[in-house]
């Protein structure tokens, strides 16, 4: 079975296109497929645990405080467990390269991951598929979390990171989460996953 990339080019996102041209120079004979990987519709029965959110952002001091108390008092309005979307097509990821029949999970993150600084109005959902609209910056969160989540191998190279390391982006273990970025900003595996260890 021949090794695939999936991944949907964007224009406008220059240096998203510049670490994929990275990554796909360790898969030499692959097939670069230009859409995005479609995911199981069952997956999106898995919910992000309100509380759990909650605790993790009164915690963290690296996310811009106004943008952080927006989402606290956004999900004190919400159910205690949230679903990200109804229609899979709806969620995607960066990059997926499909090898031996696994999947590798990739998420190129820009600044607005951590800036928190989009307000337009998205929805999320209960777990019956009421949707409950919140700022976009939220609802990036919420999907970012999931991902983290419930998906292995995931690898999450933040662009800051990859300015300075292109060169020296290596693949991590395919069977577990990885993270790059600097020690001093807001990172998922500190933030959600603080037993996993961080690269």
């Given at each position: 079975m021949p090794t695939r990339i999936f991944y949907k080019p964007h224009p406008s996102r220059q240096r998203e296109a510049a670490f994929v041209q990275a990554l796909i120079k360790h898969y030499p004979d692959a097939e670069?497929?230009?859409?995005?990987?479609?995911?199981?519709?069952?997956?999106?029965?898995?919910?992000?645990?309100?509380?759990?959110?909650?605790?993790?952002?009164?915690?963290?001091?690296?996310?811009?405080?106004?943008?952080?108390?927006?989402?606290?008092?956004?999900?004190?309005?919400?159910?205690?467990?949230?679903?990200?979307?109804?229609?899979?097509?709806?969620?995607?990821?960066?990059?997926?390269?499909?090898?031996?029949?696994?999947?590798?999970?990739?998420?190129?993150?820009?600044?607005?991951?951590?800036?928190?600084?989009?307000?337009?109005?998205r929805p999320i959902y209960t777990p019956d598929g009421t949707a409950v609209v919140v700022p976009r910056f939220l609802q990036r969160l919420i999907r970012d979390v999931w991902r983290v989540e419930y998906f292995r191998p995931f690898t999450i190279v933040w662009h800051n990171w990859f300015a300075h390391h292109n060169e020296m982006l290596t693949l991590p273990d395919p069977t577990n989460f990885a993270e790059y970025g600097l020690d001093d900003q807001f990172l998922f595996g500190r933030f959600?996953?603080?037993?996993?260890?961080?690269?």
């Open positions: 670069l497929v230009a859409k995005n990987a479609l995911i199981d519709a069952q997956v999106l029965d898995r919910y992000v645990d309100t509380p759990r959110l909650i605790a993790a952002l009164r915690k963290e001091l690296l996310l811009p405080a106004k943008a952080r108390q927006r989402c606290l008092d956004a999900l004190a309005a919400c159910p205690t467990q949230i679903k990200i979307a109804n229609d899979p097509a709806r969620i995607s990821f960066d990059v997926v390269v499909e090898q031996n029949g696994a999947r590798h999970y990739w998420e190129f993150h820009e600044e607005q991951h951590q800036k928190l600084n989009n307000s337009r109005m959600w996953l603080p037993l996993n260890s961080i690269c």
